[in-house]
Each structure stands twice: as structure tokens, then as C-alpha cells.
């Protein structure tokens, strides 16, 4: 990996994701819990001024997120958790954290979900030339 100095590199890449999604998820968290109430007392000053602001720095943000992604070859999942951490507040921070401890431990592993998740098992359609009970369960 090289220095944070390089911003032609994976680290650069990161670096710009990083600050764009802290300025996004703060932006997001002052509209939700700050501008939407206000809003609903009668004042939607805020709104109206930090909105736009903060749907330009979404949109620098997801140019950043897909140079990152593209640049560390992120599977689908983890493309989807960046655009989403602009919708959800405080979703931003978490997902920061982890693209940034993947990134700098350098692991490709695409993610996963959790042992404690149950997935549902089908049962598999019988191939040809199989008889129709010989077929096991498959994921």
C-alpha cells in the first residue's frame, strides 16, 4: 500500500471516501434529527438550506465510493453498503469503519453474512437423468 501522500493510489481513494462520508453523515444526521423536526414545528429554514448541501456532497460522495470500489474490486454487497450509508443516518460511520479496516488490511474476501443469520434451505430440483427422489437438499 502506498503513503497517504499518494492520491493517485488505493490510499488517496480512501482518503477521499473517508471525508465525504463523514460530511455526509453528518449532513444526513442534521436534516433527520435536527431539520425534519423543525421542519415539523413550522421552521424549514434548515432544511431548505442544509438539503441541497447535503444531496451535491452525496453525490461527490458516491463518485468516490465507485473509485473506491472500483479501485479495491468491491463486490456488489459492499458497492450497495456505501450507496445506502448516504440514505440511512449513522449508517455512514459504520460502514466507513468497515471499508476502511477491509481496505487497509487488504483482504478480498467479499462479505458475508453473519453464523447467526439462518438461511433457508430448498430442496433442488432433480437433474436430468436423476430420479425424482435421489436428490439431496442444496443451498
Do not use: C, K, N
Not at 433527520?32 to 415539523?40: K, M, S, T
Not at 452525496?58 to 465507485?66: D, E, G, I, R, T
Not at 449513522?90 to 453474512?113: H, K, M, N
Request: hydrophobic share 50%.
Amino acid at each position: 500500500m502506498s503513503t497517504l501522500g499518494d492520491f493517485s493510489g488505493i490510499d488517496g481513494a480512501l482518503l477521499r471516501y473517508r471525508v465525504l462520508a463523514y460530511v455526509v453523515g453528518v449532513g444526513l444526521a442534521l436534516l433527520v434529527f435536527a431539520g425534519i423536526p423543525l421542519q415539523a414545528l413550522g421552521d424549514p429554514q434548515l432544511v431548505t438550506i442544509l438539503g441541497p448541501i447535503h444531496g451535491v456532497f452525496y453525490m461527490l460522495y458516491l463518485v468516490a465510493a465507485l473509485d473506491l470500489a472500483r479501485r479495491a474490486r468491491f463486490g456488489l454487497a459492499e458497492m450497495l453498503a456505501m450507496v445506502g450509508a448516504g440514505f440511512v443516518p449513522v449508517l455512514a460511520f459504520v460502514i466507513e469503519r468497515r471499508i476502511t479496516r477491509r481496505v487497509r488490511s487488504g483482504t478480498l474476501d467479499p462479505w458475508r453474512l453473519p453464523a447467526w443469520v439462518p438461511l433457508r434451505r430448498s430442496p433442488a430440483a432433480p437433474g436430468p437423468g436423476e430420479p425424482p427422489g435421489a436428490v439431496e437438499e442444496r443451498w
